[in-house]
Each structure stands twice: as C-alpha cells, then as structure tokens.
C-alpha cells in the first residue's frame, strides 16, 4: 500500500464528508471542521487486507497532532501524549524518545533513531492507531520526513513548531529553515488544521504568521517578546517568570492567555523546558482538554525518558540527556549562584563508519558534522566542567582508544579529564567520587539502549539503568 493511495482516497473523502469532529471556544472563533478520518482508513486498510476495529459505531474520530522543530519536539511530543493518557484518552505516540503503541513490537519509553523514517513506518503509525481505536495519534516530525514530502497532505488537526534554529543540522540540509517552514506550507486548502509555533526571531516569526490562512496559536517568552519586539497582540501563551523561575531543583513560572494565568511548577530543569511546557498547554487549550489542576499535579514530578531526566542520590543530582549544550552552561549559572558545587560530565563522541548510515548523505557530511560537533563540544565542556569524563558511545569504525585520545586533544587542562572506554565504570566512578551538592551529567545517549561498539556489532546500554542500579544497589531511592 502506497501512501499515495491514503492520500488520493482521503482527499476525495474530505470534498463529500466534512464533519466536526470537535469544537473548542478559542477567543471569538471556533474550531472544527476537522474530517472524518475513520471511513476512509478503514476502506484502505481492508483493501490491503489489514483487520481492524471500526470507530463508526460510537462516533469517534482519531485526532492526528505533528510537531516538529529544532528543539523540543520529543519533549513536547511525549508529554502531550502522556498528559492524554492521564486523563484517560487512547493515545499513540511515534516519537524519538518513545514508540508507545499496543499494537507494537517497541518497547515504550525506549528510543528510536527515526520514528517517521519512511512511507510503511507512517502508515504503520495510523494503523496501529486505528486498531486500537485510539483517540490521539501523536507523530515527532523530523526535517528528513518533511522534506520527503512524508507530511504532506496528512490532515493534522494540529501542526506544531517548537522552534526553529537556522544552523541546526547544517551539514545535511543546507536549506534546513526552509524545510521546517514547509511543514506549514504543505498544509492542504481544505484542511482546518491548527498552526501551533513559537520562534524568537521577528523575521522568522512574521513569516509564519502569515505562511498560510489557517488559524494560528502562538507561544513565546516575555523576555524574548520584548527582546525581539514582537507584536505582543500576537502572542497567545506568554510565558512570565521571576527570580526563582529556574533553580535545581525545577522549574516555577506563569503561563499568561488574553484572560487566564497558569501558575506552573515542576521538577523539570532548565528553562527551555518552560518553553516546551508552555507549547504543551498551547496544544491541550486549543484541543480543548486541558485541566489546570490535572495538568499541575501531573507534570510536577515528571521524567521525558532521556531528555533532562532527574535522579537524585546522596544529595546529588544526576541528570541523563541527550544534549551538552545548553544544559551544562546552565548547571555553571547554579554553580555560580551557590546553588550547586561541582559539575561532573560523561561524554563520548560517536565515532564514524556506520553499516547503518542513510546512504542519501555523503560520508564526507558525516565527517564534518561529527568533526564540528567533537571540538565544539569539548571547548563547551572545558569552559563550563569542573571534572570531564571521556569515555565510549557508538564507536563506528573507529578504535575506542583513539576515539578517547581524539577527544581527549581538545581539552587544555588534562587534570580536568579521565579517559574510561567501559561507559558503565565511567558513569558509576562519576557518581561515586561526586560529593554532596554536586551535579553529574551525563550526555550523549538519552534514552537509547543499543550501542554499537564497532562497524557492525551492537550491545544493549542504557544509561538510566546504569542510574537506577547504582542508587538500589546503596539503597536509596
């Protein structure tokens, strides 16, 4: 089955069955008009022999939500989808961080490298969702999905952007804003789909604004509004915040509509995470199932698997990411206001020489990424850490001896490092030699568990697991 075909047959469906599939006050506006999906799925999907339930019965219609950006979409993504689950929606979510699906072979909470990497693994997405007669499918778009048209002409109720940086990914896609802009663009005339964004530059802003004539909700920080001077007429979610907005030990801020204040309070860390929850609320208001009280019980203790998750061991916080930037340059601002003593980080790069390499990119792209990103990262980490652990990620091809040593070259001052090849000694040494009030990061992987430790051959790996292990072993929850 060609996703043209779902297309083709959805598009004749929308001209002669339009419905509401729900309605939300929105200032003076409604939303609706959203089509009736159920139908035409199914007829595709009996075509192809595929059994599924039906949903005419009871009337429901999936709701499809994409979100994409440079920063944020997993995080955004994942808890939108759990938010859902929470006040007992059927939910299905396709996303870096978590494939959370009953009708898949994936292990939740556990990532994947590509969650929309071609035609079959969308489809495969709204079958599932259909099959489990689910009320939400929740889709992480990425650049390469969008720019093979995978996104195009799926009528989301909802396409979100997080934000755009123009030099992310600049290596493989030199026209990477464009294609974000794209995902707006592509949205078909008889769509009612809702533009949901939050961006810190004018230009950029403007543009998106007025990128289409679908209805926008936009979010933004006081701080960048103001920075930036845009139109605040134009901002829908503001995000305010005073001098304990972000602290170690979590977030606090207010999330300002034309006639409500959200107070929010969470054990997330870092303020783009204040940005990400309030691209949440952005959604859930404008899908209308939002609860205040619901949502502040729900997200004040909160992991996104990967991505800034939060331990605490022996009056140290451990935190296991993906990212270095901008995380350790914040935990240096708590150094720096007493909040915290020492930061120790576990890094490795990965290596090169992948059997598994999309075949579309150059090696020679590959290698100047993952150059670029090596010496930019330990110049990061030598400026901001007080104490640098090296050791193995995905080593490729390459020796992990001469891995380390590579990466080791860009740090000036060597008592800052230690070079350890096995990373389930470096992250159990970080944490063991770290003293009270100190902080460990640990990035690089996130929530993924296959590591592969040369060209070919695979171990399983997790970080986290590393974390929970060494805190049940000294009997400390």
């Known amino acids: 089955m060609k996703l043209d075909n779902l297309r083709s047959k959805l598009r004749q469906f929308n001209t002669v069955h339009p419905t509401k599939s729900f309605e939300h006050t929105f200032g003076e506006k409604k939303i609706g008009d959203i089509r009736k999906l159920n139908s035409i799925f199914k007829d595709v999907f009996l075509n192809d022999n595929i059994e599924i339930k039906t949903l005419e019965d009871n009337g429901k219609e ?17 808890i939108i989808h759990n938010f859902l689950k929470f ?26 490298e590509n969650p929309l990497i071609d035609e079959q693994m969308l489809l495969n997405a709204i079958e599932e969702a259909y099959a489990y007669n689910a009320d939400y499918l929740v889709l992480e778009v990425n650049e390469r999905a969008i720019e093979k048209g995978l996104t195009k002409e799926i009528p989301f109720d909802l396409r979100i952007i997080t934000n755009i940086n123009p030099t992310h990914n600049k290596f493989f896609y030199s026209n990477y804003v464009e294609i974000k802009k794209k995902f707006f663009q592509e949205i078909n005339n008889e769509d009612n789909t809702i533009c949901i964004f939050g961006v810190d530059d004018k230009v950029l802003f403007d543009d998106l604004y007025d990128i289409n004539a679908n209805k926008k909700v936009t979010f933004m920080s006081n701080y960048v509004m103001n920075k930036r001077g845009i139109n605040p007429s134009k901002i829908d979610y503001l995000l305010t915040a005073g001098q304990t907005f972000d602290t170690i030990n979590g977030l606090k801020f207010t999330i300002k509509t034309s006639n409500k204040a959200y107070e929010i309070e969470t054990n997330l860390l870092f303020p783009h995470n204040g940005l990400n929850l309030t691209c949440v609320v952005a959604a859930l208001e404008t ?71 999309v075949q579309e990119f150059s090696n020679q792209a590959y290698i100047s990424e993952k150059e670029y990103a090596v010496e930019f990262a330990y110049n990061y980490a030598q400026n901001h850490a007080d104490h640098i652990y090296i050791t193995s990620n995905d080593n490729g091809a390459m020796d992990v001896n001469d891995l380390l040593e590579y990466q080791a070259s860009f740090i000036k001052d060597a008592s800052k490092v230690k070079k350890i090849a096995d990373r389930t000694t470096a992250i159990r040494e970080a944490v063991l030699n770290a003293k009270e009030n100190d902080v460990i990061l640990i990035t690089g992987r996130g929530n993924r568990r296959v590591m592969c430790i040369n060209r070919v051959d695979r171990v399983l790996h997790l ?11 000294k009997g400390e929850k």
């Open 62 to 78: 999936i709701k499809l939500i994409g979100v994409t950006g440079s920063h944020g979409k997993s995080s955004v993504a994942y």
């Open 463 to 473: 970080d986290s697991d590393i974390v929970k292990q060494l805190i049940k072993y």
């Open 87 to 112: 006040k007992g929606f059927k939910s299905v979510l396709y996303s870096s961080v978590s494939i959370d699906s009953p009708s898949s072979f994936k292990k939740p909470d556990e990532a994947v």
């Open 287 to 357: 899908l209308g199932v939002f609860d205040y009280e619901q949502f502040n019980n729900f997200i004040k203790l909160f992991n996104v698997p990967g991505v800034d998750e939060v331990y605490k061991f022996n009056n140290k916080t451990i935190i296991v990411t993906r990212s270095l930037s901008p995380n350790l340059e914040q935990l240096s601002k708590y150094r720096n206001n007493n909040e915290i003593n020492h930061i120790h980080v576990v890094m490795g790069a990965s290596g090169l020489g992948y059997k598994s390499w």
